[in-house]
């Protein structure tokens, strides 16, 4: 029997977990859908190419599994709705039934933050109000809601919401990577709003937080994971031009040049994972960014 199944393990979350499981020495199933690049080096995993709407043949045997396969991309969702419905909401049955052949014990679904939608109270905790405002979020949401709802085999399900994670490997159209790669070409970065408030978390922290769900949350437990600061855009950028002693320009565009919508304010309420998970983050926004640059050949060791 292998100790984790992880789907979604090609994307930038799920090829960190797998280091971080392959540290703890755990025999592990990866699946992957449309590129397996990442997963080339790894040579001690099972690979296994699965489209999560789709039945898979043959399902290894599997104690734990960590659901990460998701389209996560904003706009892809907003501008294809349904196809965003089929991956993130309507596939959660077929992934479970398969959860449940491979005789899981315990299955952690990924969400995030955008279920919360514009907050109406800080920081946020696992009972505020659920109000996504996009496409993606809303998909997610929709998904939490069927798991709860399911019956079935497996002892424990538990739903972990993702802040706003960073580190090496992430898509270039995400925040951080998009300014590395900014000043790496350029002496001015284009953003578009200096004053919208997130909550950072380095990735090494967030597998290790739903690590810590799969051996202590509790079923059908919804858990935050993030860094428990507000950060506004404008601090980012200052820590950035503190690490890389780089004193570049910033042009804000218009807000309204931004293709989603997008909430004002971000900062997770992290108590109920320090105390029932044993989680606390270890790694602060800066030395996160240093990491971060490090990869990007930015600095140098």
């Not at 990442?38 to 190419?49: E, G, P």
């Not at 501008?79 to 959860?99: E, G, M, W």
């Amino acid at each position: 029997m292998y100790d984790a199944f992880v789907t979604g393990a090609s994307g930038f979350i799920g090829f960190h977990l797998l280091k971080y499981l392959l540290k703890k020495d755990k025999k592990i199933v990866a699946s992957y859908n449309n590129s397996n690049d990442r997963l080339s080096n790894f040579r001690r995993i099972k690979k296994v190419k699965w489209d999560i709407t789709k039945k898979l043949e043959i399902i290894p045997s599997c104690k734990v599994w960590y659901h990460l396969a998701s389209l996560t991309d904003i706009n892809a969702c907003n501008n294809n709705p349904k196809l965003a419905y089929n991956i993130n909401t309507y596939s959660i049955r077929n992934v479970i039934q398969h959860a449940e052949k491979s005789n899981c014990r315990v299955f952690i679904f990924v969400s995030t933050l955008g279920v919360y939608g514009e907050p109406i109270y800080f920081p946020v905790d696992e009972k505020h109000p659920v109000k996504p405002i996009e496409i993606y979020s809303l998909s997610k949401s929709k998904a939490e809601t069927q798991l709860k709802n399911m019956q079935g085999s497996i002892k424990k399900k538990v739903i972990v919401r993702l802040f706003n994670t960073f580190g090496p490997g992430q898509n270039q159209n995400m925040l951080i990577p998009n300014i590395i790669n900014q000043i790496h070409k350029k002496t001015t970065v284009q953003l578009n709003n200096l004053h919208q408030t997130r909550d950072f978390l380095y990735v090494s922290d967030i597998v290790n937080g739903l690590f810590l769900a799969a051996k202590h949350g509790k079923n059908n437990e919804i858990y935050n994971l993030g860094s428990g600061f507000e950060t506004s855009i404008e601090k980012l950028i200052s820590i950035i031009k503190s690490v890389t002693d780089n004193n570049f320009k910033v042009l804000c565009k218009d807000d309204k040049s931004q293709k989603h919508k997008s909430v004002s304010r971000s900062q997770a309420d992290i108590n109920k994972a320090f105390k029932y998970l044993t989680w606390n983050p270890t790694i602060s926004l800066k030395e996160g960014i240093k990491l971060t640059l490090k990869h990007s050949k930015y600095l140098e060791d």
